[in-house]
C-alpha cells in the first residue's frame, strides 16, 4: 500500500513510538503474546491474553495512543477471556504505519482480514473510543460477525462538542509552536478527570509531535446503514468525558440500536479511564459478555 500516507515525521519518531508501547506493555499486569496477522492494507501485529482456549473477545483500541493503554483497561477479563487486541493500522504501534480512512469501508476491511487470518468468522467485539467507531464501520459492513459489541467511551455516535474540539486543536497547535510538555499535560488532564496516567501523557506527547496526528473520527453512524445488525449492544459512557459525554452518547445509542441492551455510566470518569473506573467497568462488562445485560440504565 505504497501509495498510502505513512504516519511518522521520522524514523526517530517511530523508535520513540516502539519504546514506548514496550515500556506500557511491560507494565501490564498479565502476560501478553505478540503476533503478526497479513491484511490487505500491511501487516497487523496483535498482542493476545488470557487462556488460548477461553472464549475470544476481540478489543479495539483508542486512537492516538499505544495498545496496551487501553488494553490495560480490561485486564481482569483475561483471567477467563482470550483477549486479542489489534494496533490499529495506521495509529501509533507495531502495525503497518499507513493512514487509512474512517469515513469508508478500510477499516472495517481491515479488522475483517484480521479476524479471517485469526480463523474468527464472528466474535464478541469490544472497542474504546476510536475502536467503538471501527466496530460500528464493521457492523455496517459486516453485520454477522458481530455476535456482541461493547462499545466504551465510544467515538461513531456524536460529533464531540465543539468547544471540547476546540480547546484540543488549539492545546495540539500551541504545542507544535512552544514544545511545553505543561500542554500536553493539561490534555490529559481534562481528558482523564484530573487523574493523569504518566504513560498516557508520554503516547500522547509523541503522538503530537511524532505522527501526523490522526484528527478523522469515525464518522457517525446511521439507522439505515445498521439495519441488518441485531447483536446485543452494550453502550459505556464516561460521567466527564469532555469527547463523547453520556448526554449525547446515550441518546443517540437508544436512537439508533433496537438491540442496545445496556448503557451504563461511569460516575466520576474521563476519557481516559484511571484504574478504578477500569475495575467497575470490567464488572459490568462480564455480565454483559456472560449475556445477563446489566438492565437499560445505570
Known sequence: MGDRPGIYRSKDAEAAVHRLYDVARARLPFGTESRFVATRFGATHLLLAGPGDGPPVLILQGGNVVNPL??????????????????????????????????????AEWIADVMDALGLP?????????????????????????????????????????????????????????????IVEDVVRRLSAGQPDELMVESTLLAFRGTKLDTEMPRLATA????????????????????????????????????????????DAGHMLSAQAALTLTVLLRSFLEGAGVGPES
Open 70 to 107: 487501553t488494553l490495560a483497561w480490561f485486564g481482569p477479563l483475561a483471567d477467563r477471556y482470550r483477549l486479542v487486541a489489534p494496533d490499529t493500522i495506521g495509529q501509533p504501534g507495531r502495525s503497518a504505519p499507513v493512514r487509512l480512512s474512517a469515513n469508508d469501508a478500510s477499516l
Open 122 to 182: 464472528d466474535v464478541v467485539v469490544v472497542g474504546a473510543s476510536y475502536g467503538a467507531g471501527i466496530v460500528l464501520r464493521l457492523a455496517a459492513l459486516s453485520p454477522g460477525r458481530v455476535n456482541r459489541a461493547a462499545l466504551i467511551v465510544p467515538a461513531g455516535l456524536s460529533a464531540i462538542p465543539t468547544g471540547s474540539m476546540a480547546r484540543l486543536g488549539a492545546a495540539y497547535l500551541a504545542d507544535r509552536v512552544t514544545r511545553r510538555r505543561s
Open 224 to 267: 439505515q446503514e445498521l439495519a441488518g445488525f441485531h447483536a446485543p449492544v452494550m453502550i459505556v459512557a464516561a460521567e466527564r468525558d469532555p469527547l463523547f459525554p453520556p448526554d449525547r452518547v446515550i441518546p443517540a445509542a437508544r436512537r439508533l440500536f433496537p438491540n442496545l441492551v445496556s448503557a451504563e455510566v461511569l460516575r
